[in-house]
């Protein structure tokens, strides 16, 4: 059965403070009693008799020692919670509530009491080898952000569990890189290296399925370190290269074209000079060499007529 927190508010610890002070204090004081009271018999019995210990100074003294063991009893209660901690409390073996409230609090000393930290955690997984939906082997790992929001689900519906949240964020990063590419080959493609944001959602999601039942929240999971295998990194670096390469020559073919056509159309508007289909093949040449070339190009002044 899952288990869910419940809250419970219990003393102020400073009152219960003082009353096992008082208990303590009062135990010596009905020493004192004991032996004020011996006192007086020993002077009674040096005129009528011996002294004897009576009911009275039996009584005081058993209330000296219930005073102590209540008085240190009580003091047993105590605890302190700092901010951002709970305890959660059990009474022989059955779960009784959560203590959220810092300060010094008090409750039954017979209670145990167990240390949940609340505070935001974070940490980074193990690079696991494993291959992309591709087939490619990449190396992968994240870093994921947690907190305990239901310490009862922490404490009993799992064994340890920052150990189930490390292993459970593993196996969700394992599982993200085997449905998305490396990388997109394709604008509009989700992909590991290029869809950062849309694959840290994916993989916040996944965790947070997969931890629910041990009352943890991610608060977030970004990939912390990704790359293709040793054994193939050099071919997908020469890959991603001349991928480069080709996207780079198509923006510069594109542009290139585009400001040939709007000289040709400048050119017929303004009537600065008339070209027939040939002469116009040319310069559409000459205007391509010189836009699309890597290097610079030398002009060659024409002193004579067009043709």
């Keep these: 059965m899952l288990m869910k927190e419940r809250t419970v508010f219990p003393i102020p610890g400073g009152l219960m403070l003082l009353v096992g002070l008082a208990f303590i204090g009062l135990s010596p004081y009905l020493i004192v009693l004991v032996a004020k009271h011996q006192q007086e018999l020993r002077g009674v019995a040096d ?7 009576t009911s009275y100074d039996i009584g005081l003294i058993v209330g000296a020692a219930a005073s102590l063991i209540a008085g240190v009893f009580t003091l047993k209660g105590l605890f302190m919670i ?9 009474l022989f073996g059955r779960y009784v509530g959560t203590v959220r409230a810092d ?4 409750t039954n000393p017979l209670n145990s009491k167990r240390v949940i930290s609340l505070r935001v955690r974070n940490f980074e997984t193990a690079k696991i080898k494993v291959n992309d939906i591709e087939g490619n082997p990449i190396e992968i790992a994240a870093i994921v952000v947690f907190k305990v929001v239901d310490t009862a689900a922490a404490c009993f519906a799992v064994e340890d569990y920052q150990n189930f949240v490390h292993v459970q964020s593993e196996a969700a990063v394992r599982n993200l890189a085997t449905h998305y590419p490396y990388d997109a080959h394709e604008d509009g493609h989700v992909s590991l290296r290029g869809s950062t944001d849309i694959v840290a959602k994916k993989l916040a999601e996944e965790i947070t399925a997969r931890v629910a039942t041990a009352g ?3 608060v977030e999971a970004r990939i912390a370190h990704l790359s293709y295998a040793p054994e193939i990194a050099q071919a997908m670096l020469q890959r991603q290269q001349a991928g480069a390469i080709i996207a780079a020559r198509t923006r510069i073919v594109e542009g290139a074209v585009s400001m040939v056509e709007m000289a040709l159309r400048q050119l017929a508007a303004r009537g600065v000079v008339e070209l027939d289909g040939e002469r116009r093949a040319a310069m559409v040449s000459n205007l ?7 290097r610079g190009t030398q002009p060659v002044v024409n002193a004579g007529t067009l043709y």
């Design 82 to 90: 700092q901010p951002n901690e709970a305890r959660v409390l059990q």
């Design 103 to 106: 300060g010094l609090r008090w």
């Design 288 to 294: 391509l060499v010189v836009l699309c070339g890597e």
């Design 216 to 218: 943890v929240e991610v």
């Design 47 to 53: 005129t009528y008799g011996s002294a004897k210990v």
